[in-house]
C-alpha cells in the first residue's frame, strides 16, 4: 500500500475535497469520486478526458515518502495515459 493511502481518506473527505466536489456537481461535471486504478485510488476522476482531479493536503509536499510516492504514481498514470 503507498504510504499516503494508509491514512488518507481513513476520517472521510476532507474540506477541500467536498468543496471541490461541490464545484464539479454544480457545473454538471461526470465524474467518479474515488476512482480505483491500479494500486492507486484517485480523488477525482473524469473518465471521458482521462482527467485526474487531485486534492492533495501539505503531507503531499512535505513528507519524503509521499512525495516520492506521488512522483510514482503520477509516472504510471501518464505512461497509462
Known amino acids: ?3 499516503y493511502r494508509l491514512n488518507h481518506y ?5 474540506y477541500p475535497e467536498i468543496y471541490f466536489k461541490g464545484i464539479l456537481d454544480s457545473h454538471n461535471v461526470d465524474y467518479v469520486e474515488q ?3 491500479g494500486r ?3 480523488d477525482f476522476a473524469i473518465m471521458d478526458r482521462k482527467i485526474d482531479f487531485e486534492v492533495d493536503g501539505d503531507q503531499h509536499y512535505l ?4 512525495v516520492e510516492s506521488d512522483k510514482r504514481r ?4 501518464i505512461d497509462s495515459g
Open 63 to 66: 513528507d519524503p515518502r509521499i
Open 35 to 37: 476512482y480505483p486504478f
Open 1 to 3: 500500500m503507498v504510504p
Open 74 to 77: 503520477n509516472k504510471h498514470l
Open 10 to 14: 481513513s476520517k472521510g473527505p476532507s
Open 40 to 42: 492507486y485510488q484517485l
